[in-house]
């Protein structure tokens, strides 16, 4: 599995500050993955991606930067990183599971003013494929230059975000606005889970996963919108974490960097796989079964709600295929309690499969839980974590 990184800030940052620098910054997941398992693939090796918006006299488009290169083995990642500022960047150090090792499959995706990245995988994709590639229309089809699922991920959103009344090439002066972007994600999850389901029983009782992990992030140069997601009711989704305040800096010794907080403000917001920094209080975990929006620096979460959300707030999810897809949840142990979800008195006005909920909480917010951060690097846990898994019947 993959590891991403989202900054959005008031103002422009130097790309070293997040991609080179810090203790455990995104060049260090490539190599030193805290919330990863795999030790057969114990790496995030197989190239990485850097995407930046940059001056608006520029154009709409952002910036990419790709590789297939091991992100801590390019040094022109170093020279870039180290003279290039942006107020948005995704970047992305990739962990095959569809798709060959090639430029043209490394994350981030753009169309246009959109950027898109991906952690995890579409459930049963070798059968769901066709179906979700014919559902498409022909220009994002053509589109299409990799063979990643989560390319044709992309392609779902950019199709989704046509059928709902908008032309993914116009880039709006504004963007397309954070409410538009949410809804367009929230249909390429149906859509995906309805392609699921399509599949025949008879392939289905082959002893087929269909379980996705669907991590996504995509944004329009102004809003940006991330999911933590699993199409399953029992089974916890791959890590995720935001952190905001007033400034990202380091202090005392270098790597140690820190997100301060002056005042209720928010001028930087980060989304990560995995925490850049060991200060627990710096991270907020991002519940399984979410969508979170950041617009203009503030940060909303929805829950998610389908066949696999609960509206009890002690339903418990299990971590064992997270771990045994080589993670680790945001908590500790073989099994978690949604600590973070929403009031039972938070009311919905939609029926949708996945309609949004009423708000669930916004930020900015100091500290809150990101029980477990960092603690799973450790051998000795890493085989209790699988001893407790082993002993668990995995299940949809």
Not at 47 to 69: A, D, Q, R
Not at 117 to 124: K, L, S, T, V, W
Not at 138 to 144: A, E, I, M, N
Not at 381 to 388: G, P, V
Request: net charge negative; with cysteine; glycine share 8%.
């Amino acid at each position: 599995m993959c590891r991403f990184l989202v900054f959005k800030g008031k103002n422009e940052i130097l790309l070293s500050k997040l991609i080179l620098d810090p203790s455990h910054s995104i060049l260090t997941q490539s190599y030193d993955s805290r919330l990863r398992l795999d030790t057969r693939r114990p790496h995030n090796g197989d190239g990485f991606g850097v995407g930046y918006y940059t001056h608006p006299e520029l154009g709409p488009e952002p910036c990419l930067f790709t590789s297939t290169i091991p992100a801590w083995n390019c040094i022109n990642l170093e020279r870039l990183a180290s003279k290039t500022t942006s107020s948005l960047i995704f970047a992305h150090v990739r962990a095959t599971t569809e798709g060959s090792l090639s430029d043209s499959n490394c994350h981030p995706f753009r169309h246009r003013s959109l950027m898109w990245m991906h952690n995890g995988g579409i459930g049963a994709f070798k059968y769901v494929k066709r179906p979700l590639c014919d559902s498409v229309a022909d220009r994002w089809f053509l589109g299409v230059q990799g063979s990643t699922d989560s390319e044709w991920a992309f392609a779902l959103f950019l199709d989704s975000l046509e059928k709902m009344g908008y032309d993914p090439s116009s880039e709006p002066a504004d963007g397309f606005g954070h409410s538009v972007l949410r809804k367009a994600m929230l249909k390429v999850i149906e859509r995906i889970n309805a392609a699921i389901r399509a599949i025949p029983a008879e392939i289905k009782g082959k002893d087929l996963d269909t379980r996705s992990l669907l991590n996504f992030a995509v944004t329009d140069g102004h809003s940006v919108v991330c999911t933590r997601y699993i199409s399953s009711k029992t089974d916890e989704a791959a890590s995720l974490y935001f952190s905001s305040g007033t400034n990202w800096k380091q202090h005392d010794e270098p790597g140690n960097y820190t997100m301060e907080r002056r005042d209720k403000g928010a001028d930087i917001v980060l989304v990560a796989s995995e925490p850049l920094t060991f200060e627990r209080d710096n991270w907020v975990t991002v519940p399984t079964n979410s969508i979170l929006t950041i617009h203009k620096q503030n940060v909303l979460v929805h829950p998610i709600i389908d066949e696999f959300y609960s509206y009890n707030p002690s339903h418990q999810r299990s971590s064992c295929f997270a771990v045994s897809k080589g993670l680790v949840s945001n908590a500790p142990g073989g099994t978690v309690t949604e600590d973070d979800q929403a009031p039972e008195s938070v009311s919905s006005s939609s029926t949708s499969p996945t309609a949004e909920r009423n708000l669930q909480f916004t930020v900015p917010v100091v500290g809150g839980g990101a029980g477990g951060v960092m603690d799973s690097s450790e051998p000795e846990q890493i085989r209790e974590l699988k001893a407790q898994c082993a002993s668990v019947a995995l299940s949809a």
